[in-house]
């Protein structure tokens, strides 16, 4: 627990250093917020006004220190652009762009992790050639480019999956978790639980293939070179079946390589969603990030950014935790 202290801890200013290079960067960018909300044909006036009443008219540095003083007390503001607090949007977002991130990578872990298990022991097969030739493709794929096509053939050419939003209009999900999936489960509505899943899938797709493709090509590196260490032939001289020799020690032994890779890769999923979301008119947090830069909402991008730091923060956390599970003799420490 002392480790994990100082994790946080050491993490304070990280988070500190991230919002004002944030806070920066977004101040000296071209494009005026207050002109993007007003319009070309706003008089200088309402300008000089608006700037009065939002505060940015006022020295960079007072800003920066009013919205820390204010975020440390839970107060991020409101939002230039929607002109609503600034954690209301995240929290109405954010259980969207986590039911994406979740399901794309069970989507990912599904396939990579048999593949590449397989692909290794079958090495040099036929399916191995074909498995790491499937993998070399998704990695090279642009997310952006396979959730085009797959918006051209699956939504336009055959019309079997819906090309944009959450979920069908019209139908309603009581919230509970605010997971649609789990929600519309929760309360036996199996037609809104459909229409989300339909919903859900090529943008799962989509984030879940590079990273699939990732996984197995890592996986299949790291059983390989497991299966070569001297305590796999001692477990088979010993007299033990294949399944346990794969599955306990062959595959328990991969797994720090395995989950290194797929905390890093956690983190890329949900940066990568930005893209994702915005392809798909998908209204998660991604989705937001990208309106609140085009008009320059200061504060809500600031506090988005911050956001995926803190996830990877936690992801990196996380991933330290299992590597004790995985093998005792590691210590957080």
Not at 206 to 211: C, M, R, W
Request: charged content about 15%; aromatic content about 10%.
């Amino acid at each position: 627990m002392n480790a994990i202290g100082r994790r946080l801890l050491g993490a304070i200013p990280v988070l500190f250093g991230i919002s004002f290079l944030i806070f920066l960067l977004m101040h000296i960018a071209p494009g005026d917020p207050v002109t993007l909300l007003l319009g070309d044909d706003a008089t200088p006036e309402d300008i000089a006004r608006t700037r009065h009443e939002w505060g940015l008219d006022r020295p960079l540095i007072v800003q920066y220190a009013d919205f820390i003083a204010r975020a440390v007390t839970g107060d991020f503001g409101r939002s230039l652009k929607f002109n609503e607090p600034v954690m209301k949007l995240v929290v109405e977002r954010l259980p969207a762009t986590i039911e994406l991130a979740i399901t794309s990578f069970l989507v990912a872990i599904l396939i990579a992790i048999p593949l590449g298990v397989y692909s290794a022991i079958k090495h040099n097969s036929l399916l191995d050639h074909a498995g790491m030739s499937v993998a070399l493709i998704g990695v090279s794929l642009p997310n952006f480019w396979l959730g085009i096509m797959l918006i051209y053939f699956l939504g336009g050419q055959l019309n079997l999956l819906p090309v944009a939003g959450r979920i069908e209009y019209g139908i309603e999900v009581q919230p509970i978790t605010r997971l649609y999936l789990v929600d519309s489960l929760l309360a036996g509505n199996l037609t809104a639980f459909w229409s989300a899943l339909q919903h859900l899938l090529m943008p799962a797709v989509t984030l879940g293939a590079s990273l699939a493709a990732i996984v197995t090509r890592i996986a299949r590196s790291s059983v390989l070179e497991v299966m070569r260490q001297d305590f796999i032939t001692t477990a088979r001289a010993k007299g033990l079946s294949e399944k346990v020799v794969i599955w306990r020690h062959i595959l328990r032994n991969s797994l720090i390589t395995i989950v290194t890779i797929l905390g890093l890769q956690l983190g890329a999923l949900l940066n990568g969603s930005v893209i994702t979301e915005t392809v798909f008119s998908y209204p998660g947090i991604g989705d937001l990030l990208i309106q609140s830069i085009s008009a320059r909402d200061y504060k809500l991008t600031q506090v988005l950014i911050l956001f995926f730091a803190v996830i990877y923060f936690f992801v990196n956390l996380l991933v330290d935790l299992l590597y004790s599970w995985i093998d005792p003799r590691i210590k957080l420490s």
